[in-house]
């Protein structure tokens, strides 16, 4: 049977964060899983106004069963300090996940059949979570959520991702290899803190 349908059912039937996780813990279709040691889920605070939309976790998230720790992790608090947000800030949350839970092996690049696997699962997170705003960080998310890739020229034009506002910028990690890319960052988070601003 197509896996792809297997995951719609699995994902549609999960009715809260706890059983989305489970299921996904559960579900055995993904190779990805037998080469990863931790299912990565999220992070911050559920029902946040925004929520963030990584890759795929790396060696430090998969060890720490956490999205975005280790250096790219603390770039991203930083960005997201600079506009008063924060993944523990109580007045202005966020809510972080990844497009894939488990480490692709060495890291590699996500295949289009694990992105069509994980989407499911993906839109059923981001329905529970129901932000105002996301933020697409990469082109891993970019290809799952939009069918596009090319994130310097996806990145600070406002899209539409399950009905909601969507925001493509560069992942942190893409900053961290090429400093000069800051500028668009700090363009885009005004964007968003606009947007946030101005409902």
Known sequence: EDVVAIAERAAKAAESFNE??????????????????????????????????????DREEDVAGKPFVGRTGQLLDKMLEAIQLGRDREEAPVYITNVLPWRPPQNRDPKPEDLAMMKPFLMRHIELAAPEVIVILGNSPCQALLGKRGITRLRGQWTQVAGRPALPMFHPSQLLKSPALKREAWADLLSLKARLRDG
């Open 20 to 57: 989305l996780r489970t299921t996904l813990a559960a579900f055995e279709h993904c190779d990805l899983k037998k080469g990863a040691r931790n299912l990565v889920f999220s992070d911050g605070i559920a029902g946040a106004r925004v929520m963030l939309i990584g890759e795929s976790p």
